[in-house]
Each structure stands twice: as C-alpha cells, then as structure tokens.
C-alpha cells in the first residue's frame, strides 16, 4: 500500500517496460514507434465538506510537451469524477462511456447508480483494457472520488491498471509526479497541524496548488501553473451539493495570496 494508485510506476520500478521500442536488428537507433501521449499528476483529498480533486494540465509524449490545457478530473456525473493518470484517449474515452451509462441507469431506473455500481463499473472497463495497458499502449491508473448520497459522506477510490479497486482513505494519488506528493500527504496527516479531513475548503484548495507545484518541481511531466498565460490546475470539489469546479479567478487569488507568497 505504500505506492497507493500507483501501479504503473510499480510495474516500471519492478522492470516492466511501456512503449517498448522497436529496433531494426543491428543496435541502431529504435525505429518505427511514436512515444504515446501520456498524462500525469493526478490527486484527491478528503476535508470537512468532502473530496477536493485536483491534477496539472499537462500531457506528454516521451519528452516532448504535447498539450498544456488537458482537464484531467472528468465529472462523470453530478456526484462522482474521475482524475485520469495514463493515456488520455483510453481515459477519454471509459469517461465518456461512464458518462453516458450513469445517464441512461437515472433515466431508466428513475435513480442513481449506487455509489457500488459505479466503482464496479469503472473496475469493469479497466478490467476490459488490461490487454491494452500491458501491451503499453493504452494503460490508464485512475482515481475515482464521489459523495455518497447513503452514508453522506465523500468517497475516494484509486485502481491499478488491471481494474483492482483500493480504497483511499484519507487521499490518494496517481501519476508520475505521484512519489514526491505521496510522502508529503502522509506527513502532513500524520504530523501536521491537523489531519487533512479538518480542513477548510479554502485550505484544502491551497494544499492542491501547493502539492502540485511541488510536483512539477520535481518530475518534468507534471505540469505546474503558468501565471502569465492564465493557466492552472484543474481542481473539482464533490460535497453534499455535487460536482463544482474551483473557478479560475479564485485559483488565480489564492495562487497570488497563499503559494507565490511564502516562496
């Protein structure tokens, strides 16, 4: 459990390799495979009101920054996202399928999924993509966070590539910047002024920033905030009251009041 949500960079650590590239039988150069465009640090917390969800923009393909605007915590419905760690199109695409079977299950049954159902049903595309990940072509590590209409209470779940469900209980995290926040999560909720469920909405807004920049810091895939063009994570928060974005302006705020001040 030490490398909770992480299970690409297990497989990797353990001697797996992605993305194998093909060589042309004489010890030249690999020929004849393109790097896939790979996404990145993704992250979810619990605090007083429920789960804050957040994860950079930028998506990669080997070292090359292929995109920069990449919104990687997807609502799936009005109580539950999905923040995406692996290769976008795969991720793109279980989102939308999830989407669309959420909607249909409300329509026809006249009520939501349960909260079970849908960690299920995100196991079962996983499950159904394994092939692919192990291949490297399409692996994607997932964290799932919602509120649970029954227990009232918000929910934080995370997979490996092969569809096995994990609870996080207080956070998880995902990604290759993931090892750098990982530990710093820790610390904080064992060791920190308060455990990471006592904070505010504000504060918990703040820890994602400053956790994602940290990250950045250290891994060059993750992408960090760029303040001259505007642009910042992607951060949700899921409460009793559903699905609602962290707008720009107030990230744009807290960024300037709370992470850029105390550098």
Do not use: C
């Amino acid at each position: 459990m030490g490398r909770q949500g992480d299970f690409v960079q297990l497989l990797l650590d353990q001697g797996y390799s992605f993305d194998a590239p093909h060589f042309d039988g004489r010890g030249s150069q690999p020929v004849g495979q393109e790097p896939l465009v790979k996404a990145t640090t993704v992250l979810a917390l619990k605090y007083q009101d429920g789960v804050m969800v957040g994860g950079d923009r930028r998506a990669t393909a080997g070292t090359t920054v292929m995109y920069d605007r990449t919104d990687k915590v997807l609502e799936l419905d009005r109580f539950s996202v999905m923040a995406i760690a692996g290769v976008p199109a795969t991720a793109f695409e279980m989102a939308r399928i999830l989407e669309h079977s959420f909607k249909y299950y409300r329509r026809s049954q006249l009520q939501d999924l349960s909260f079970e159902g849908k960690l299920r049903a995100l196991s079962k595309l996983l499950k159904e993509n394994a092939p692919a990940a192990l291949a490297g072509t399409g692996p994607v590590a997932p964290i799932f966070a919602g509120f649970d209409e029954q227990h009232s209470s918000g929910k934080i779940f995370f997979y490996d590539i092969l569809g096995a469900e994990f609870e996080g209980v207080d956070y998880a995290v995902s990604g290759s910047g993931s090892p750098t926040i990982r530990g710093i999560l820790h610390y904080l909720h064992r060791w920190g002024n308060q455990p990471l469920y006592q904070l505010s909405e504000e504060e918990a807004v703040v820890l994602v920033l400053r956790l994602l920049m940290s990250a950045a810091e250290f891994d060059s895939a993750t992408g960090g905030v760029n303040h001259q063009a505007n642009l910042y994570p992607a951060i949700k928060r899921v409460t009793e009251k559903g699905v609602e974005g962290v707008p720009v302006d107030r990230l744009k705020a807290l960024f300037e009041s709370k992470v850029t001040s105390h550098v």
